[in-house]
């Protein structure tokens, strides 16, 4: 999965889409599309990484979940209780 991918994901999860995104953190017109020819620079991918509350390792596919490894552990517990 891309970069451009994930962030698809996320925004669908989130109810907007890539232009609104973009829009809200100030990012020019279609550079979140560009991601997938070009590498991101750092700025704008730390934006949308906390945009999202997400890591830019995440974003990057280098981590396989979005959720840091503390709250997947007290996700995984709390949901073993029921």
């Given at each position: 999965?891309?970069?451009?991918?994930?962030?698809?994901?996320?925004?669908s999860?989130?109810?907007?889409?890539?232009?609104?995104?973009?829009r809200?953190?100030?990012?020019?017109?279609?550079?979140?599309?560009?991601?997938?020819?070009?590498?991101?620079?750092?700025?704008?991918?730390?934006?949308?990484?906390?945009?999202?509350?997400?890591?830019?390792?995440?974003?990057l596919?280098?981590?396989?979940?979005?959720?840091?490894?503390?709250?997947?552990?007290?996700?995984?517990?709390?949901?073993?209780?029921?």
């Open positions: 999965m891309t970069i451009v991918d994930r962030i698809k994901d996320l925004c999860a989130k109810g907007t889409n890539m232009a609104n995104l973009e809200e953190l100030g990012l020019s017109k279609g550079s979140i599309s560009k991601w997938s020819k070009s590498s991101p620079n750092s700025d704008g991918l730390q934006k949308v990484a906390d945009y999202f509350h997400v890591s830019v390792d995440y974003l596919g280098r981590e396989e979940h979005s959720l840091p490894p503390k709250v997947r552990t007290i996700a995984a517990h709390l949901a073993d209780e029921d």
